[in-house]
């Protein structure tokens, strides 16, 4: 078997927000995913060197009560499920963006198809090459991909939501109190075909992969959290000093409204 000298290490936290009684988000991070049950979840995934792709996720319930959570968990699932048909077929390797967007497809169809208690789910993949160092993301909704490197934080993905679109045409700037309105209305999440709404994921190019980058995803409920000048202190303290309990303190949320669900993802190259 072909070994990769590229390495990831992914640090999942996901903690219920104030507003509700039960975590609507999902992550999942390889062969790692699972339905929130408890109040504050987080979980390690370190890749080997045998796998060229690694896999990490995250999801945004919507509809309240158990649907946001039924949405965000069909999502996990369907990704982990993806990563799960790479590991055993390298053959598929060449077919890794195909294997991902048909597992949003899927996880779009079976939402539609479950009960009506069930709205969607915004949500983010992060795909790896470890042979290649290169990464890119897929994405439908608000939730976002950031890279931190050379002490500088960029943001990965375009939020799809009213919002967003008109701070793009220039409109209206973040200033204005339109916006904040309009950053809440989606045009664009995984798993309902209301008001005539067409399923429309988004993906950025391939991107090279540097010695150390760190790479984060993240719900609206987390990064609302923290201005960007904020993340990039937060960030750049796991970074020199890597490990569970650090990414746990020092991206604690225990102030947030809303479920607030982030992946930091370290790469060694």
């Known amino acids: ?3 990769y000298k590229s390495k990831i290490m992914a640090f999942g936290m996901s903690k219920k927000g104030l507003q509700r009684e039960n975590n609507e988000d999902n992550y999942q991070m390889g062969v790692y995913y699972k339905k929130i049950f408890i109040e504050q979840d987080s979980h390690t995934f370190e ?10 996720s995250v999801f945004d319930g919507m509809g309240g009560g158990e649907g946001g959570e039924k949405a ?24 890794v963006e195909v294997i ?21 789910t915004t949500g983010v993949v992060g795909i790896f090459d470890l042979k290649q160092n290169l990464t890119k993301f897929i994405w439908s909704g608000d ?12 943001q990965l993905t375009e939020d799809q939501s009213l919002g967003a679109e008109r701070l793009r045409q220039r409109y209206y700037t973040k200033q204005n109190s339109q916006y904040q309105v309009d950053r809440n ?24 992969i540097k010695e150390r980058d760190v790479f984060l995803l993240a719900t609206d409920g987390f ?6 000048e904020e993340l990039k202190k937060r960030i750049k303290s796991c970074k020199e000093n890597v490990c569970a309990d650090k990414v746990k303190d020092v991206f604690n949320v225990d102030d947030s409204e809303d479920d607030a669900t982030c992946i930091f993802t370290i790469v060694n190259v």
């Open 185 to 208: 209305k989606l045009t664009g999440y995984i798993g309902s075909d209301e008001y005539g709404y067409i399923f429309r994921p988004l993906e950025c190019e391939w991107i090279p």
């Open 47 to 56: 890749s080997d060197y045998n796998d060229r792709y690694q896999i990490v």
């Open 223 to 228: 990064y609302e959290s923290f201005s960007n």
């Open 72 to 95: 965000s968990l069909y999502a996990a699932k369907e990704i982990y499920l993806a990563y799960m048909k790479l590991r055993a077929n390298v053959s598929l390797y060449k077919d």
């Open 1 to 3: 078997m072909e070994q």
């Open 100 to 120: 991902v967007k048909n597992a949003f497809q899927s996880a779009n169809n079976r939402i539609i198809e479950d009960s009506s208690e069930i709205l969607g």
């Open 143 to 154: 939730s976002r991909a950031y890279l931190y490197r050379d002490n500088q934080l960029f």
